[in-house]
């Protein structure tokens, strides 16, 4: 909902984009403008609003794809993703000394230099479903730096420490991000981070069936933790209503 107006955007299966507004189909050109429009914003600006990343596989390897075409990587090089999110985000979490992302026959791959002074190139999708995701989704960020991240199970396929450095590199940076989350671990990484002005949000299901928000702040979340109460399992959560 934009200004009072339905708005709905779909990815088809061959990668196009198809939109609605108040149930008309739109142009994806056509789209653009009326939101820039709508919200007094020039047309580049309004794919920078908000990004959306899903758990979703099919999704990753559209971004993927998209990311590695020579016009969107230029742009990607011109903003210095390509070596910042390795060094800032990747490298926090692998022991392998990568030292930059680029593209070499049409796949995205980590230049990697060995012990011995050799220097080889890893595909991304060969180094696991969690760095290759958080690779590809940190390109994207860094390169476009939306106003708004809103990130979907953000610990799917991610280990302790990958999901550590994502956090971390979220909280350093000049965005709003909206987490979800099923996952302990990231919880008690963000306890330990304290990202500024952070807070949890409890989603428990009512005796009507429909989903009751309780607001932690993380001083609250971390003294449920010390008394090793889990906030996943706790029926009635003492924290403020939600909005």
Request: hydrophobic share 40%; proline share 4%; net charge negative.
């Amino acid at each position: 909902m934009v200004h009072g107006r339905k708005i709905k955007r779909a990815l088809s299966k061959s990668g196009s984009i198809a939109s609605w507004m108040d149930g008309e189909y739109t142009p994806s050109k056509g789209y653009m403008s009326r939101i820039a429009s709508l919200l007094n914003i020039s047309t580049d600006d309004v794919g920078k609003l908000a990004f959306l990343l899903p758990n979703d596989s099919y999704l990753l390897r559209k971004m993927a794809s998209e990311l590695s075409k020579e016009d969107n990587w230029s742009l990607v090089e011109k903003s210095g993703a390509n070596t910042a999110v390795v060094r800032d985000l990747i490298s926090k979490a692998v022991h392998d000394r990568f030292t930059e992302a680029t593209v070499r026959f049409n796949s995205i791959v980590l230049r990697k230099e060995l012990p011995d002074g050799r220097v080889i190139y890893v595909k991304a999708a060969d180094l696991g479903d969690g760095v290759e995701c958080v690779l590809i989704y940190g390109l994207w960020l860094e390169t476009y730096r939306p106003r708004v991240v809103l990130w979907d199970d953000i610990e799917a396929s991610a280990h302790p420490g990958l999901i550590e450095a994502v956090l971390g590199w979220l909280a350093n940076r000049d965005w709003q991000v909206v987490l979800t989350t099923h996952s302990y671990d990231v919880l008690e990484r963000l306890v330990a981070i304290e990202p500024e002005d952070a807070s949890v949000v409890v989603l428990k299901k009512g005796p009507d069936d429909v989903l009751e928000p309780k607001v932690l702040s993380l001083d609250e979340l971390r003294d449920m933790m010390e008394s090793h109460v889990d906030v996943r399992k706790v029926v009635d959560i003492q924290g403020s209503q939600g909005p």
